[in-house]
Protein backbone atom coordinates (compact mmCIF):
# COMPACT_ATOMS: atom_id res chain seq x y z
CA UNK A 1 0.00 0.00 0.00
CA UNK A 2 2.47 2.03 1.14
CA UNK A 3 4.34 1.68 -2.72
CA UNK A 4 0.91 2.49 -4.10
CA UNK A 5 0.67 6.05 -2.31
CA UNK A 6 4.01 6.99 -2.85
CA UNK A 7 3.52 6.03 -6.90
CA UNK A 8 -0.04 7.52 -7.03
CA UNK A 9 -0.39 9.42 -9.99
CA UNK A 10 -1.32 12.52 -9.95
CA UNK A 11 -4.07 12.87 -12.13
CA UNK A 12 -5.59 9.88 -10.71
CA UNK A 13 -8.51 12.36 -9.75
CA UNK A 14 -10.07 12.13 -13.43
CA UNK A 15 -11.63 9.01 -11.96
CA UNK A 16 -13.71 11.47 -9.83
CA UNK A 17 -14.13 13.61 -13.18
CA UNK A 18 -15.16 11.09 -15.58
CA UNK A 19 -17.63 9.44 -12.94
CA UNK A 20 -19.01 13.03 -11.62
CA UNK A 21 -20.07 13.70 -15.27
CA UNK A 22 -21.65 9.89 -16.49
CA UNK A 23 -23.84 10.76 -13.11
CA UNK A 24 -24.61 14.29 -14.68
CA UNK A 25 -25.21 12.28 -18.18
CA UNK A 26 -27.68 9.61 -16.11
CA UNK A 27 -29.44 12.50 -14.93
CA UNK A 28 -30.07 14.10 -17.89
CA UNK A 29 -31.91 10.90 -19.14
CA UNK A 30 -33.94 10.72 -15.88
CA UNK A 31 -31.72 7.59 -14.52
CA UNK A 32 -32.29 8.66 -11.21
CA UNK A 33 -30.99 5.30 -9.57
CA UNK A 34 -27.76 4.72 -11.72
CA UNK A 35 -26.84 8.48 -11.52
CA UNK A 36 -27.39 8.29 -7.18
CA UNK A 37 -24.66 4.88 -7.44
CA UNK A 38 -22.40 7.16 -9.32
CA UNK A 39 -22.49 10.28 -7.64
CA UNK A 40 -21.80 8.13 -4.55
CA UNK A 41 -18.72 6.60 -5.95
CA UNK A 42 -17.99 10.15 -7.48
CA UNK A 43 -18.02 11.72 -3.94
CA UNK A 44 -16.19 8.13 -2.11
CA UNK A 45 -13.40 8.51 -4.54
CA UNK A 46 -12.79 12.25 -4.04
CA UNK A 47 -12.37 11.95 -0.65
CA UNK A 48 -10.31 8.79 -0.56
CA UNK A 49 -7.98 10.43 -3.48
CA UNK A 50 -7.63 13.47 -1.13
CA UNK A 51 -6.87 11.54 2.05
CA UNK A 52 -4.17 9.43 -0.62
CA UNK A 53 -2.97 12.34 -1.74
CA UNK A 54 -2.57 13.95 1.72
CA UNK A 55 -0.70 11.37 2.75
CA UNK A 56 1.87 11.08 0.07
CA UNK A 57 2.41 14.95 0.87
CA UNK A 58 3.38 13.76 4.53
CA UNK A 59 5.43 10.49 4.14
CA UNK A 60 6.54 10.95 0.34
CA UNK A 61 6.98 14.83 0.18
CA UNK A 62 10.20 14.24 -2.03
CA UNK A 63 8.57 12.25 -4.75
CA UNK A 64 5.12 14.38 -4.32
CA UNK A 65 7.78 17.33 -5.47
CA UNK A 66 9.20 15.47 -8.26
CA UNK A 67 5.71 15.50 -9.81
CA UNK A 68 5.39 19.27 -9.69
CA UNK A 69 9.08 19.58 -11.69
CA UNK A 70 8.20 17.08 -14.44
CA UNK A 71 6.79 18.35 -17.50
CA UNK A 72 5.12 15.46 -18.35
CA UNK A 73 3.29 14.55 -14.66
CA UNK A 74 2.64 18.19 -13.37
CA UNK A 75 -0.16 19.22 -15.14
CA UNK A 76 -2.04 15.88 -14.03
CA UNK A 77 -2.21 17.99 -10.61
CA UNK A 78 -5.53 19.93 -12.39
CA UNK A 79 -7.38 16.89 -12.31
CA UNK A 80 -8.49 17.92 -8.47
CA UNK A 81 -9.57 21.24 -9.33
CA UNK A 82 -11.89 19.44 -12.39
CA UNK A 83 -12.80 17.22 -10.08
CA UNK A 84 -13.30 19.09 -7.30
CA UNK A 85 -15.57 21.73 -9.66
CA UNK A 86 -17.74 18.27 -11.65
CA UNK A 87 -18.44 16.81 -7.72
CA UNK A 88 -20.22 20.26 -7.06
CA UNK A 89 -21.61 20.64 -10.11
CA UNK A 90 -23.63 17.25 -9.52
CA UNK A 91 -24.12 18.08 -5.91
CA UNK A 92 -25.53 21.86 -6.69
CA UNK A 93 -29.27 20.70 -6.69
CA UNK A 94 -28.77 19.02 -3.09
CA UNK A 95 -27.03 21.08 -1.08
CA UNK A 96 -26.26 24.52 -2.49
CA UNK A 97 -23.65 25.14 0.45
CA UNK A 98 -21.58 22.25 0.08
CA UNK A 99 -21.53 23.24 -3.90
CA UNK A 100 -20.41 26.49 -2.92
CA UNK A 101 -18.22 25.20 -0.55
CA UNK A 102 -16.16 22.96 -3.29
CA UNK A 103 -16.36 26.03 -5.54
CA UNK A 104 -14.32 27.62 -2.95
CA UNK A 105 -11.79 25.12 -3.41
CA UNK A 106 -12.08 24.88 -7.05
CA UNK A 107 -11.37 28.03 -7.38
CA UNK A 108 -8.72 28.24 -5.08
CA UNK A 109 -6.74 25.64 -6.40
CA UNK A 110 -7.12 26.67 -9.73
CA UNK A 111 -5.77 29.63 -9.06
CA UNK A 112 -2.63 28.43 -7.16
CA UNK A 113 -1.73 25.89 -9.48
CA UNK A 114 -2.45 28.23 -12.41
CA UNK A 115 0.60 29.64 -11.07
CA UNK A 116 2.35 27.15 -9.57
CA UNK A 117 1.78 24.22 -11.96
CA UNK A 118 3.48 25.97 -14.84
CA UNK A 119 6.16 27.44 -13.06
CA UNK A 120 7.64 24.90 -11.56
CA UNK A 121 7.05 21.83 -14.72
CA UNK A 122 7.69 24.50 -17.40
CA UNK A 123 9.77 27.82 -16.84
CA UNK A 124 11.70 26.00 -13.85
CA UNK A 125 15.46 25.69 -15.18
CA UNK A 126 16.36 22.30 -16.16
CA UNK A 127 18.61 20.20 -18.31
CA UNK A 128 15.74 19.00 -20.06
CA UNK A 129 13.85 20.03 -22.63
CA UNK A 130 10.38 21.45 -21.76
CA UNK A 131 8.06 20.92 -25.21
CA UNK A 132 9.69 17.58 -24.99
CA UNK A 133 7.39 16.62 -22.23
CA UNK A 134 4.58 18.44 -23.41
CA UNK A 135 1.57 16.12 -23.73
CA UNK A 136 -2.36 15.68 -23.56
CA UNK A 137 -2.38 16.16 -19.32
CA UNK A 138 -1.48 19.83 -20.12
CA UNK A 139 -4.86 20.48 -21.28
CA UNK A 140 -6.31 19.81 -17.61
CA UNK A 141 -5.53 23.38 -17.54
CA UNK A 142 -8.46 24.80 -19.44
CA UNK A 143 -10.54 21.89 -17.93
CA UNK A 144 -9.52 23.32 -14.32
CA UNK A 145 -10.60 26.32 -15.54
CA UNK A 146 -13.62 25.30 -17.21
CA UNK A 147 -14.74 23.52 -14.24
CA UNK A 148 -14.78 26.30 -12.05
CA UNK A 149 -16.71 28.22 -14.89
CA UNK A 150 -19.21 25.50 -14.73
CA UNK A 151 -19.66 25.48 -11.14
CA UNK A 152 -20.13 29.39 -10.86
CA UNK A 153 -22.66 29.30 -13.31
CA UNK A 154 -25.14 26.67 -11.92
CA UNK A 155 -24.67 28.54 -8.06
CA UNK A 156 -25.36 31.85 -9.33
CA UNK A 157 -28.79 32.66 -7.78
CA UNK A 158 -31.38 34.71 -9.94
CA UNK A 159 -31.20 37.50 -7.57
CA UNK A 160 -29.37 38.88 -4.34
CA UNK A 161 -25.91 38.78 -2.98
CA UNK A 162 -23.61 37.19 -4.84
CA UNK A 163 -25.69 36.87 -8.44
CA UNK A 164 -22.63 39.71 -10.50
CA UNK A 165 -19.86 38.34 -8.95
CA UNK A 166 -20.37 34.18 -9.45
CA UNK A 167 -21.61 35.76 -12.95
CA UNK A 168 -17.79 37.72 -13.52
CA UNK A 169 -16.42 34.57 -12.27
CA UNK A 170 -17.85 32.25 -14.71
CA UNK A 171 -16.87 34.44 -17.61
CA UNK A 172 -13.37 35.17 -16.42
CA UNK A 173 -12.74 31.88 -16.37
CA UNK A 174 -14.69 30.98 -19.45
CA UNK A 175 -12.29 33.08 -21.02
CA UNK A 176 -9.54 32.64 -19.80
CA UNK A 177 -9.50 28.61 -20.30
CA UNK A 178 -10.64 29.68 -24.13
CA UNK A 179 -7.19 31.27 -24.71
CA UNK A 180 -5.28 28.27 -22.79
CA UNK A 181 -7.05 26.26 -24.84
CA UNK A 182 -4.89 27.84 -27.64
CA UNK A 183 -1.83 28.46 -26.54
CA UNK A 184 -1.57 24.50 -24.99
CA UNK A 185 -2.57 23.34 -28.86
CA UNK A 186 0.08 25.43 -29.88
CA UNK A 187 2.94 23.56 -27.79
CA UNK A 188 1.06 19.95 -27.63
CA UNK A 189 1.21 20.36 -31.52
CA UNK A 190 5.12 21.35 -31.40
CA UNK A 191 5.82 18.65 -29.10
CA UNK A 192 4.29 16.13 -31.69
CA UNK A 193 5.85 17.65 -35.19
CA UNK A 194 9.06 18.19 -33.92
CA UNK A 195 9.31 14.90 -31.81
CA UNK A 196 9.66 11.29 -33.16
CA UNK A 197 6.38 9.63 -31.83
CA UNK A 198 6.62 6.50 -30.22
CA UNK A 199 3.71 4.22 -29.43
CA UNK A 200 4.58 4.93 -25.53
CA UNK A 201 4.25 8.56 -25.85
CA UNK A 202 0.48 8.06 -27.56
CA UNK A 203 -1.12 8.38 -24.00
CA UNK A 204 -4.53 7.91 -23.55
CA UNK A 205 -4.66 11.85 -22.09
CA UNK A 206 -4.35 12.88 -25.74
CA UNK A 207 -7.90 12.77 -25.30
CA UNK A 208 -8.17 15.53 -23.05
CA UNK A 209 -7.76 17.80 -26.06
CA UNK A 210 -11.44 16.67 -26.95
CA UNK A 211 -12.25 16.65 -23.54
CA UNK A 212 -11.71 20.07 -23.04
CA UNK A 213 -13.49 21.73 -25.66
CA UNK A 214 -16.34 19.85 -24.19
CA UNK A 215 -16.27 21.32 -20.84
CA UNK A 216 -15.84 24.77 -22.83
CA UNK A 217 -19.06 24.12 -24.54
CA UNK A 218 -21.02 22.96 -21.43
CA UNK A 219 -19.47 26.03 -19.15
CA UNK A 220 -20.40 28.41 -22.35
CA UNK A 221 -24.09 26.66 -22.60
CA UNK A 222 -24.39 27.31 -18.89
CA UNK A 223 -23.35 30.93 -18.89
CA UNK A 224 -25.62 31.42 -21.55
CA UNK A 225 -28.62 30.97 -19.61
CA UNK A 226 -27.16 32.79 -16.43
CA UNK A 227 -29.10 35.23 -15.18
CA UNK A 228 -28.91 38.60 -16.44
CA UNK A 229 -25.91 40.87 -15.40
CA UNK A 230 -23.93 43.66 -16.84
CA UNK A 231 -20.56 40.42 -17.78
CA UNK A 232 -23.32 38.69 -19.02
CA UNK A 233 -25.11 40.79 -21.30
CA UNK A 234 -21.92 41.82 -22.58
CA UNK A 235 -20.85 38.31 -23.26
CA UNK A 236 -23.78 36.12 -23.86
CA UNK A 237 -23.51 36.19 -28.01
CA UNK A 238 -19.95 35.77 -27.96
CA UNK A 239 -19.89 32.83 -25.68
CA UNK A 240 -22.77 31.36 -27.31
CA UNK A 241 -20.86 31.37 -30.94
CA UNK A 242 -17.79 30.08 -29.72
CA UNK A 243 -19.44 27.41 -27.80
CA UNK A 244 -20.56 26.47 -30.69
CA UNK A 245 -17.18 26.33 -32.51
CA UNK A 246 -15.62 24.95 -29.77
CA UNK A 247 -18.10 21.77 -30.09
CA UNK A 248 -17.83 21.26 -34.16
CA UNK A 249 -13.79 21.15 -33.65
CA UNK A 250 -14.59 18.16 -30.70
CA UNK A 251 -16.31 16.99 -32.60
CA UNK A 252 -13.99 16.70 -35.82
CA UNK A 253 -10.82 15.41 -33.42
CA UNK A 254 -12.53 12.31 -32.33
CA UNK A 255 -11.71 10.50 -35.34
CA UNK A 256 -8.43 11.62 -35.01
CA UNK A 257 -7.76 10.44 -31.27
CA UNK A 258 -9.54 7.20 -32.29
CA UNK A 259 -6.32 6.82 -35.46
CA UNK A 260 -4.07 7.27 -32.98
CA UNK A 261 -5.57 4.71 -30.83
CA UNK A 262 -5.63 2.07 -33.70
CA UNK A 263 -1.93 2.85 -34.53
CA UNK A 264 -0.53 2.81 -30.78
CA UNK A 265 -2.67 -0.67 -29.69
CA UNK A 266 -3.29 -2.43 -33.05
CA UNK A 267 -0.67 -1.45 -35.80
CA UNK A 268 2.29 -1.21 -33.29
CA UNK A 269 0.71 -3.16 -30.93
CA UNK A 270 0.95 -1.77 -27.61
CA UNK A 271 -0.28 -3.79 -24.73
CA UNK A 272 -3.56 -2.89 -23.49
CA UNK A 273 -3.48 -2.63 -20.17
CA UNK A 274 -5.16 -0.81 -16.91
CA UNK A 275 -3.58 2.31 -16.38
CA UNK A 276 -4.70 5.54 -14.22
CA UNK A 277 -4.46 7.52 -17.57
CA UNK A 278 -7.38 5.70 -19.02
CA UNK A 279 -9.80 8.18 -16.86
CA UNK A 280 -8.72 10.40 -19.40
CA UNK A 281 -10.41 9.29 -21.90
CA UNK A 282 -13.57 7.90 -20.21
CA UNK A 283 -13.90 11.90 -18.97
CA UNK A 284 -13.65 13.28 -22.18
CA UNK A 285 -16.59 10.90 -23.53
CA UNK A 286 -18.97 11.78 -20.59
CA UNK A 287 -18.05 15.23 -21.17
CA UNK A 288 -18.87 15.12 -24.58
CA UNK A 289 -22.33 13.36 -24.08
CA UNK A 290 -22.88 16.02 -21.43
CA UNK A 291 -21.95 19.00 -23.45
CA UNK A 292 -23.73 17.88 -26.22
CA UNK A 293 -26.85 18.11 -24.42
CA UNK A 294 -26.87 20.73 -23.15
CA UNK A 295 -25.71 22.86 -25.96
CA UNK A 296 -28.51 21.25 -28.05
CA UNK A 297 -31.30 22.27 -25.07
CA UNK A 298 -29.93 25.66 -24.57
CA UNK A 299 -29.03 26.39 -28.42
CA UNK A 300 -32.30 24.88 -29.66
CA UNK A 301 -29.81 22.49 -31.83
CA UNK A 302 -31.86 18.84 -31.40
CA UNK A 303 -29.39 16.93 -33.93
CA UNK A 304 -27.02 18.39 -31.01
CA UNK A 305 -28.55 16.98 -28.15
CA UNK A 306 -28.81 13.76 -30.55
CA UNK A 307 -25.51 13.56 -30.70
CA UNK A 308 -24.51 13.76 -27.24
CA UNK A 309 -27.59 11.62 -25.54
CA UNK A 310 -26.69 8.51 -28.09
CA UNK A 311 -22.95 9.41 -26.85
CA UNK A 312 -23.69 9.02 -23.59
CA UNK A 313 -24.26 5.00 -24.02
CA UNK A 314 -20.70 4.68 -25.45
CA UNK A 315 -19.51 6.43 -22.29
CA UNK A 316 -21.07 3.97 -19.79
CA UNK A 317 -20.18 1.33 -21.84
CA UNK A 318 -16.53 2.45 -21.64
CA UNK A 319 -16.63 3.49 -17.59
CA UNK A 320 -18.10 -0.02 -17.07
CA UNK A 321 -14.94 -1.53 -18.85
CA UNK A 322 -12.69 0.56 -17.32
CA UNK A 323 -13.71 0.60 -13.99
CA UNK A 324 -14.30 -3.60 -13.25
CA UNK A 325 -10.25 -3.24 -14.98
CA UNK A 326 -9.51 -0.87 -11.99
CA UNK A 327 -11.07 -3.08 -9.44
CA UNK A 328 -9.69 -6.48 -10.94
CA UNK A 329 -5.94 -4.25 -10.67
CA UNK A 330 -6.32 -2.90 -7.54
CA UNK A 331 -7.16 -6.48 -6.35
CA UNK A 332 -4.41 -8.34 -7.96
CA UNK A 333 -1.72 -5.77 -6.92
CA UNK A 334 -2.90 -4.60 -3.02
CA UNK A 335 -4.89 -7.56 -1.90
CA UNK A 336 -2.98 -10.60 -3.56
CA UNK A 337 0.26 -8.49 -4.37
CA UNK A 338 1.19 -9.84 -7.58
CA UNK A 339 2.63 -6.58 -9.22
CA UNK A 340 1.31 -5.33 -12.19
CA UNK A 341 0.64 -7.73 -15.12
CA UNK A 342 2.44 -6.96 -17.90
CA UNK A 343 -0.43 -7.07 -20.67
CA UNK A 344 -3.17 -6.37 -18.48
CA UNK A 345 -6.70 -6.40 -20.80
CA UNK A 346 -9.73 -4.26 -20.22
CA UNK A 347 -11.82 -6.88 -20.35
CA UNK A 348 -13.53 -8.40 -16.96
Known sequence: MTGAVETLNPGYFALVMATGILSVAMDFKGLDIVSAILLAITAGSWVLLVLLTGWRILRHWARFRADFTDPGRGFGFFTFTAATGVLGARLAEQSWPLAAGLLAVAAASWFLLGY??????????????????????????????????????????????????????????????????????????????????????????????????????????????MADTPMIEATRGLIAGCSVVFWAFGTWLIPILIAAGIWRHIIHKWPLRYDATLWSIIFPLGMYAAASHYLGVADHLPIVRAIGDAEAWFAMLAWTAVFVAMIRHLWLTLVLGRGAEPAQSLAP
Open 116 to 225: LVPWTAVLHSSSRSTLSGANGTWFMWVVASQSVAVLAAILQPNDGLGRRELAMLAVFCWSVGAFLYAGVAVLVAARLMLYPQRPADLLPAYWVSMGATAITVLAGSQIVE
